[in-house]
């Protein structure tokens, strides 16, 4: 477990922000920093076909140690972190929690608190790494970079556990939604695939959100507040006008399971001119539709209150929930449970409320679900990841490899599904 805790510390030491605003694929190149690092180790424990793309996506392959003919499956996780908080110089600490209140941060008065973070006292006794409570700590996804190529270290190092042909791949700017904008299916060449992209011990996702994102443009005209009667029109006030015609109980807060949701990300404004920036959410697609709907009613209406020109929006799919594809091949949910269960980790079949490359994936022709990386409150201060989960997932990873090398766990079980 040393080495998987040792890889990740110098994972998350290596800033790998992504970027919303940037035009260029990596959006950041601190990204291909990281990429350089794990492809010389991916050398240096003997995987092959290691290369480094110009788009920043790093592969390799553990070649099969058996004759017969089982699926190639692969393994893959993101290298970038979310842009939502800082990734420079993140500080982690490895503790003994012991219970209560963490300290990340006592001179800044930066506490995890159980009573907002129940999880926590299931890892009272264990070994937590956290942030020092000024930065992310990066387990998004950077826990899953370490636990793969642990795991295939392991693979490496103990031959007689047999496995077919796997494939490995770690991606930049998933956090940004680009994560598999330049992904080559056919060139990574696996029958099947896993995100090593989760959070808590168990996970097991095979359902995501149908995603979108919304720029709306609010043009308004100013004049001087004291002649402004029946001439000014403030586009600040418009922009709050749409968001409260938007429904207040579907917003991330107060929403759970597969609830959808709209979601402001951002308004920056003046008088003259108001973006606001949303992303819409819902697992169902004809509620997923609906939301889309309302975005361009509520825009006409507005429109045909204030003039033709005052709204405008654009409006792009992201995703769709990768659930109508999983469920066309559910061998590849059916071996991670089976995985799980066979090392006593109770697996949690659960949707997604969140983005993972496995949902574009899987609607490119690779079947993907997401399994767990241990990690809990991602994208923020608080976050903080047990050294046992981590541990845990590599030897899930194992697992799966071993269970898909053996012919009669998959064959039979997929002629039944």
Same mark, same amino acid.
């Given at each position: ?30 990204? !291909? ?28 392959? !553990? ?140 996970? !097991? ?160 022709? !690779? ?51």
């Amino acid at each position: 477990m040393e080495r998987l805790i040792k890889r990740f510390l110098e994972y998350v030491s290596v800033e790998t922000t992504s970027s919303f605003e940037s035009k260029t694929f990596p959006s950041t190149n601190t990204q !291909l920093e990281l990429a350089k690092i794990l492809r010389a180790e991916m050398e240096s424990i003997g995987l092959k076909e290691v290369v480094l793309d110009d788009y920043g996506y790093v592969m390799g392959t !553990l070649p099969s140690n058996i004759e017969s003919d089982v699926p190639v499956i692969g393994f893959i996780a993101h290298m970038d972190t979310s842009p939502d908080m800082s990734g420079k110089d993140i500080k982690p600490s490895i503790i003994d929690y012991q219970g209560g209140k963490i300290p990340i941060n006592e001179e800044k008065n930066i506490f995890i608190d159980p009573d907002l973070y129940p999880e926590m006292c299931n890892y009272v006794g264990e070994r937590l790494i956290v942030t020092d409570g000024t930065t992310l700590l990066g387990a998004d996804d950077k826990a899953g970079v370490a636990e793969i190529i642990t795991a295939m270290e392991y693979l490496i190092s103990n031959p007689e556990i047999k496995h077919g042909k796997i494939r490995i791949a770690f991606t930049p700017d998933e956090e940004v939604g680009k994560g598999t904008e330049h992904f080559d299916v056919e060139k990574f060449g696996a029958d099947y695939a896993y995100t090593v992209d989760g959070g808590a011990l168990g996970e !097991l996702q095979y359902e995501t959100f149908n995603a979108a994102s919304v720029e709306v443009v609010v043009k308004g005209l100013n004049i001087h507040p004291g002649s402004a009667k029946g001439r000014m029109k403030n586009s600040l006030l418009i922009a709050c006008e749409f968001n409260g015609m938007l429904p207040s109980n579907e917003v991330p807060a107060v929403t759970e399971q597969r609830e959808g949701f709209f979601h402001l990300g951002s308004i920056k404004g003046s008088v003259e001119e108001t973006v606001l920036k949303y992303i819409i959410r819902d697992h169902s697609k004809e509620k997923f539709e609906k939301k889309k709907k309302l975005v361009v009613e509520i825009a006409a209406f507005l429109n045909s209150k204030y003039g033709e020109d005052t709204i405008a929006f654009n409006m792009k799919d992201s995703y769709c929930n990768m659930k109508e594809k999983i469920e066309e091949e559910m061998i590849v949910v059916e071996i991670a449970k089976r995985a799980m269960e066979s090392l006593s980790i109770e697996p949690r079949i659960e949707p997604v409320r969140g983005g993972t490359d496995g949902a574009r994936l899987s609607f490119m022709g !690779l079947p993907t679900p997401n399994i767990f990386t241990g990690g809990h409150n991602f994208h923020g201060r608080y976050e903080y990841i047990p050294t046992s989960s981590m541990d845990k997932a590599v030897k899930v990873i194992v697992k799966i490899a071993e269970l898909f090398s053996r012919e009669e766990n998959w064959r039979s079980r997929k002629s039944t599904l």
